[in-house]
């Protein structure tokens, strides 16, 4: 059985900056891309950032240079270091990967940016 489980969401204000954590559990983990989607309230999922099996790495225009994905294979994690946030930054958070013919979606975690 599949299952991510997210965390390090929060309240922070804006300029600072959180980590998320995505552990993966029943996959192979160092063979899936690993994604980062996040939702603000009234709209659709985006693509925040995701990491390749390889290590390779694509982020959205949004978030470039302010947002860091990485992985670590031995510990089954992905993260998502979160830097300067600001207010249209907020919503749930949710690690994904696609795997065995569909994709997996954690549970999610809450990051507000506000003052």
């Known amino acids: 059985q599949v299952q991510l489980v997210e965390s390090g969401g929060g309240l922070v204000q804006p300029g600072e900056s959180l980590r998320l954590s995505c552990h993966a559990s029943?996959?192979?983990?160092?063979?899936?891309?690993m994604d980062w989607y996040r939702q603000a309230p009234g709209k659709q999922r985006e693509l925040v950032a995701a990491?390749?099996?390889?290590?390779?790495?694509t982020y959205a225009v949004s978030v470039k240079g302010r947002f860091t994905i990485s992985r670590d294979n031995t510990r089954r994690r992905t993260y998502l270091q979160m830097s300067d946030l600001n207010a249209d930054d907020t919503g749930a958070y949710y690690c994904s990967t696609a795997a065995r013919g569909r994709v997996f979606w954690g549970q999610g975690t809450q990051v507000t940016v506000s003052s």
């Open positions: 990491i390749a099996s390889d290590g390779n790495t």
């Open positions: 029943g996959i192979v983990f160092n063979l899936y891309r």
